[in-house]
């Protein structure tokens, strides 16, 4: 049963650009969170994916933006790289008929570097 | 915010049983306490989830206090594997089924030969 799987996992990109992150989710699962985790400090909330749409979101500016495909698997896009966007991202999958009982299960991440 | 409180830091031998505690003094009635850690360099792992029973799985022990306020994550039997930051985290319904993890700073569990 493959867990959650996140491309690539490294990546370095210079300031300005654009940066396009991968993630499979779990089998059976239908939610997909990315959150971002800067070095030293806990993961943080960027949004949440269902049914392609965009459910929730956190503190985060337009620059972030995903996508959610047909079989569940999502994008995260973030534009007009900036130093302070070098982190950890990662992806967490869900079900949500398990609503608040349903675990979110992590990937290991993409670890994006910007110079 | 993190609507947790858990020490900074701790330590145990390798063998014992570790219990890392988490105060949730503000916890409501239908928000779960859900138990992951972090190994350097990988993504958080799900450890285990309770709303109100104590729970118990392969990998740990939940024990959550009558009032809720406050829980007890145990380790049975640390190894050095066991080593990482471990998060306390309450989850709470916020519009949708599927709400978000708000992660605090954790503990860091050093487990010593």
């Known amino acids: 049963d493959a867990g959650v799987t996140q491309s690539p996992t490294h990546l370095i990109k210079t300031r300005g650009q654009q940066v396009t992150l991968r993630c499979s989710p779990k089998?059976?699962?239908?939610?997909v969170s990315w959150y971002q985790q800067a070095l030293g400090q806990g993961p943080q909330f960027i949004f949440q994916?269902?049914?392609?749409?965009?459910?929730q979101r956190g503190n985060f500016p337009d620059r972030f933006s995903g996508h959610q495909f047909p079989n569940y698997s999502s994008e995260l896009n973030v534009n007009a790289l900036l130093l302070g966007d070098s982190a950890l991202y990662l992806c967490?999958?869900?079900?949500?008929?398990?609503?608040?009982?349903?675990?979110?299960?992590f990937g290991n991440g993409t670890r994006l570097t910007v110079t | 915010d993190a609507k947790t409180t858990q020490p900074t830091s701790m330590d145990c031998a390798e063998g014992r049983a570790a219990n890392l505690p988490c105060n949730h003094s503000?916890?409501?009635?239908?928000?779960?306490v859900y138990w992951y850690r972090q190994i350097h360099s990988q993504g958080p792992q799900y450890i285990i989830h309770?709303?109100?029973n104590n729970e118990t799985n392969e990998m740990a022990s939940l024990i959550i206090t009558e009032d809720r306020k406050s829980s007890t994550l145990i380790l049975p039997h640390a190894t050095l594997r066991d080593t990482a930051v471990y998060y306390c985290?309450?989850?709470?319904?916020?519009?949708?089924?599927?709400?978000?993890?708000?992660f605090g700073k954790g503990i860091t569990l050093s487990v010593r030969p």
């Open positions: 089998s059976g699962h239908d939610t």
């Open positions: 503000t916890i409501s009635g239908n928000e779960y």
């Open positions: 994916y269902y049914e392609e749409e965009e459910r």
């Open positions: 309770g709303l109100k």
């Open positions: 985290i309450v989850r709470a319904r916020e519009g949708g089924a599927n709400s978000k993890l708000t």
């Open positions: 967490a999958s869900s079900l949500a008929g398990g609503g608040l009982n349903s675990p979110l299960h």
